[in-house]
């Protein structure tokens, strides 16, 4: 009589050696969910979605935008109502929370604190409006510059080298003072004028990098247009470095009209503007250092927040910093 139990555990092991091992499908509600693959900037986005400084970088810009747009909701005080009997240069009363009083009162009567709300309008459209023609005119010809190359890339890269050599302050301020009325258009014009040569560096190198990788070279084998390889292959690779330029020197550009503004040369009144408050309040900074510090403070807050948000930006877009 044969070994019928021998036979089966001798088949049952030639078929444990066949079978590949069974892969353990995950139990329900264990929590494991298959990965799928991301594009760069859905990486992008899961890496900034864990990091801290960007969701504190973006809760503050949210509010200053809030601010900007409804300052009416902060304050009911008129930021030009001055009364020079009763509030010369008021002390803060720091419990009167979102009172005309918060923050004092400035030389002229006026209250800080309302000045200091109104005041984020001026500042966040000179940055927002500055960056996005920085960003359209020196993206579009560093973009030329570096898939073209040759006598374009020379032509562009003198009148680069040229801009750039142009102290940046110094040049705003002479084409300030071609204008006898100083609105906020205006200082717009003028930060733009001399602000794009970063960012058509940053574009040209990132264009030459992307113009060389396979699917580039792969479009144009198809047939593609010059203009589909530049808008639909080469733009959304080389923008990303464009960005995180663009946006760490948003708070450098509103840093920079307070700077011209507190020398004189940038907004005037009656626009209201953090650096004339500075301007302002630095001539009082030893008996009444409130009116200086309030606007400083805001516009420092201002611009770290735009600081934190593009380093957050930066080490997400990059995979070297990761």
Request: one cysteine or more.
């Amino acid at each position: 009589m044969p070994d019928v139990t021998k036979a089966e555990t001798t088949d049952s092991a030639r078929v444990d050696a066949v079978a590949p091992p069974a892969v353990d499908a995950p139990e329900k509600g264990s929590g494991k969910k298959s990965e799928k693959a991301r594009s760069l900037w859905g990486d992008a986005w899961y890496d900034l979605r864990h990091r801290p400084m960007f969701w504190v970088s973006s809760v503050l810009l949210v509010l200053l935008v809030v601010i900007a747009v409804f300052p009416g909701w902060f304050t009911s005080a008129d930021p030009r109502d001055g009364d020079l009997v009763h509030h010369y240069l008021g002390q803060p009363q720091l419990g009167h929370f979102f009172q005309p009083d918060w923050f004092g009162y400035d030389q002229q009567g006026r209250s800080i604190y309302s000045r200091v709300i109104h005041g984020t309008r001026a500042s966040i459209l000179v940055g927002v409006f500055v960056t996005a023609a920085v960003t359209l005119l020196g993206g579009l010809l560093g973009m030329l510059a570096g898939y073209f190359g040759g006598w374009v890339d020379s032509v562009i890269s003198r009148i680069v080298d040229i801009f750039f050599g142009l102290p940046f302050l110094l040049g705003t301020m002479v084409v300030l003072n071609a204008f006898a009325e100083r609105k906020v258009y205006v200082v717009i014009l003028a930060l733009a004028c001399l602000g794009w040569t970063s960012i058509a560096r940053v574009t040209r190198s990132s264009v030459i990098t992307a113009k060389q990788a396979d699917y580039v070279t792969a479009a144009r084998a198809l047939g593609a247009g010059t203009t589909r390889i530049l808008f639909r292959h080469v733009m959304p690779n080389a923008v990303a470095p464009t960005i995180v330029v663009a946006t760490i020197a948003l708070g450098g550009y509103i840093s920079a009209e307070a700077t011209l503004s507190f020398l004189g040369l940038g907004l005037s009144d009656p626009t209201i503007s953090w650096g004339i408050d500075i301007s302002e309040g630095s001539k009082v900074i030893r008996d009444n250092p409130h009116a200086l510090l309030f606007p400083a403070g805001m516009l420092s807050l201002t611009v770290f927040a735009f600081i934190m948000l593009g380093d957050a930006v930066r080490d997400a877009l990059d995979p070297k910093l990761r």
